[in-house]
């Protein structure tokens, strides 16, 4: 019998715009609906980037507070924070949700391990500040997700539990199929999860049209899955997601005839070693 499969929706992001789809979330009470909606569709944790009213990718903790609040008013859905933010960001500026404590504390956030291309783009993660966002992470009191790009990604994880900054066995992001790095291939996915320290856990986030055939691979090796706006716009060719929640649903649907069942939040709470 496999674990239950965590579906993880990553609803906003820092690229996806209005004028791709008019259903991207943008305020706290859009967010918050959407994440109802995922969680009823079966998501047991949101992924969550912040915008400006106008839209702008941001981390500024007030616009975080102003999300959780409205999310945890409404669905015990895991909130796990970026600190990834948008390309181009300064570390004090991608921590911004980490500053956040007590009722409005995050439960988990990211932590990119290595710099990659990222399109036109460099999402650039200098080793010592990955080292000074997982020490952030760590005084805050709440576990990472690793964000692996690349499968160095997942090395460089290593050092930094030698060093004493991630606790292993930790949980783990493949993220494949951004134009510069990894694609999403199933042998890239199948090497990612040999690479892996024991007693681990994973969910893979494929980008674009590789996104919902993937929640498949994963489902088929005992994996998780994340989906949503962030990474894919459209639930099928051509057709626009009406919202993150139908993402959700159709992964759903596809782990289901997998065979695999869903966890709750406090499943995944479990499984994911938060508690
Ligand atoms: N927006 C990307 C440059 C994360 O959230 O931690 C980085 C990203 C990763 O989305
Ligand atoms: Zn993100």
Request: hydrophobic content about 45%; some cysteine; glycine content about 8%.
């Amino acid at each position: 019998m496999s674990m239950p499969m965590v579906i993880t929706a990553a609803m906003v992001g820092a690229e996806t715009t209005r004028e791709q789809t008019p259903y991207l979330p943008i305020t706290a009470e859009e967010i918050a609906e959407d994440a109802v909606r995922c969680r009823e569709a079966g998501a047991a944790m949101v992924h969550l980037h912040v915008r400006t009213p106008d839209g702008k990718p941001s981390q500024d903790a007030e616009l975080f507070r102003a999300a959780i609040r409205a999310i945890r008013k409404r669905t015990d859905i895991i909130i796990q924070t970026s600190t990834g933010g948008a390309v181009g960001m300064g570390v004090d500026e991608r921590c911004g949700p980490l500053t956040l404590t007590g009722e409005d504390r995050p439960d988990m956030a990211t932590l990119t391990t290595g710099t990659v291309n990222f399109g036109p783009d460099v999402f650039w993660n200098p080793r010592p500040l990955v080292r000074d966002i997982a020490k952030r992470i760590r005084a805050l009191g709440i576990k990472p997700e690793i964000e692996c790009f690349d499968v160095g990604m997942i090395d460089e994880a290593n050092a930094l539990a030698k060093e004493g900054l991630v606790e292993l066995p930790a949980h783990y992001d493949f993220v494949l199929g951004v134009p510069g790095a990894l694609s999403a291939r199933e042998d890239a996915l199948d090497f990612m999860i040999k690479s892996l320290p024991e007693g681990s856990t994973w969910t893979v986030a494929a980008m674009g049209r590789h996104q919902l055939p993937f929640v498949e691979l994963a489902a088929e090796r005992g994996g998780n899955a994340r989906v949503g706006l962030e990474d894919n716009i459209y639930v099928s060719k051509g057709v626009l997601a009406k919202g993150n929640w139908e993402l959700v649903a159709e992964a759903a649907k596809r782990a289901t005839a997998k065979g695999r069942t869903l966890a709750t939040p406090a499943e995944a709470r479990k499984i994911l070693r938060l508690t």
